[in-house]
């Protein structure tokens, strides 16, 4: 394959809802959208979502990064192994900045496929997709009249498995928590707390006070503190997830000795790209440390549809997965055929993906995104 150009550009479209957390507010994508064309006119795109509060990114962090390396990629990147072999080089520098790059790789993956007249699994050696994939109801930070809205919906769509963010306030929060678990008795929930917390007492005590079971709590520690984390794993029979606080392989290396209790939630953009997201993926199964498959809050079909990759492949060692809100959430999305869960928050490959296609299987809006040169 030859690159003839590489484009990048930031992706801002409107919510049809506002989505809050304890660390961040939106009610627009937050994204950068690479687009990869090669000399024979094939196109590929890929798509990033930096977040300040995760990797400390910005989508001017993601600009320089790409103009930066953009000319040395079009002239040295034309197969599976040269993308590897770009990846071992920069190592430190996509630790720092793993979204702009998993933008990029997707998009130069996507193309190399459709080069190669095959998917992006079969280029990178991977199963092919398969079968259904069974996602998670969020719900946001909001009010008890919309989380009662929102849980009569996806009551409606058969959910019973929910991942609840929090404030921290036992008293609105076990409002929310009664409207499930009286809306659907049988639900399963688990929290994200996104660093709310500062010490592992302040932890048990919330723990101590809520009116639900608990599957897992996300993130309840300022992100790496693996200090304070390995003092509460030593007291809490709750499993805790790790999201903020792990982002690269060299996570593994802190939590280690404490893997009894520890999940891992792994989403594609904040660990850069496909091929890192797969290596943690296998070590994570190596060492027994399950997985929660995450997606970021407004990601378009291109994040949704990476993440299947990874999913399918481990499906084995996956508690959970999360996104696939398409245009559930979004105004409008990269495709006409949007990546969304359907009944009982299933997505199913035959029904939602064009398999006999290449690269990413998904049929681009071309007009409205290839077109826009930044
Ligand atoms: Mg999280």
Redesign the pocket.
């Known amino acids: 394959m030859r690159i003839r150009n590489l484009n990048i550009q930031s992706l801002k479209i409107p919510f049809k809802v506002n989505f809050k957390h304890s660390s961040a507010d939106r009610n627009k994508t937050k994204s950068v959208l690479v687009c990869t064309e090669t000399s024979n006119g094939h196109i590929g795109f890929g798509e990033g979502c930096p977040r300040e509060y995760v990797t400390g990114e910005s989508i001017s962090s993601c600009f320089r990064f790409f103009n930066q390396h953009k000319n040395h990629l079009i002239s040295c990147i034309h197969s599976l192994s040269d993308i590897e072999n770009w990846v071992l080089q920069h190592e430190e520098e996509i630790d720092k900045l793993p979204s702009a790059w998993c933008a990029i790789e997707l998009s130069i993956l996507d193309a190399l496929s459709k080069e190669l007249s095959q998917s992006v699994e079969k280029t990178i050696n991977a199963p092919g997709l398969e079968g259904r994939f069974q996602y998670t109801a969020v719900l946001g930070d909001s009010s008890a009249e919309v989380i009662q809205t929102q849980t009569t919906q996806y009551n409606k769509y058969g959910f019973n498995d929910f991942k609840v963010k929090i404030t921290g306030d036992p008293d609105i929060d076990n409002e929310k928590f009664n409207i499930i678990n009286s809306t659907i008795p049988n639900a399963r929930i688990r929290l ?1 707390a ?1 660093n709310l917390w500062q010490n592992s007492q302040d932890v048990l005590k919330y723990i101590g006070s809520i009116s639900t079971e608990l599957f897992a709590i ?2 309840p520690l300022q992100a790496m503190d693996f200090k304070e984390l390995s003092v509460l794993l030593k007291s809490i029979s709750v499993p805790i997830i790790l ?1 903020e606080s792990f982002c690269n392989k060299h996570h593994f290396d802190h939590i280690l000795t404490d893997i009894r209790n520890v999940i891992i ?1 792994l989403r594609i953009s904040k660990m850069g790209g496909i091929l890192r997201s797969r290596q943690i993926a296998k070590q994570a199964t190596q060492r027994q440390i399950p997985l929660i498959i ?1 997606a970021q809050v407004g990601e378009t079909s291109i994040l949704t549809r990476a993440a299947l990759t990874i999913a399918n492949e481990y499906r084995e060692n996956i508690l959970a997965q999360e996104g696939a809100y398409g245009t559930l959430l979004l105004e409008s999305d990269i495709t006409d055929q949007p990546l969304t869960f359907g009944k009982y928050g299933r997505l199913d490959i035959a029904r939602n993906l064009g398999i006999k296609e290449y690269g990413f299987q998904i049929k681009y809006k071309l007009k409205d995104y290839a077109q826009h040169r930044v």
């Open positions: 994200d996104n996300e993130e999201d939630n995450g």
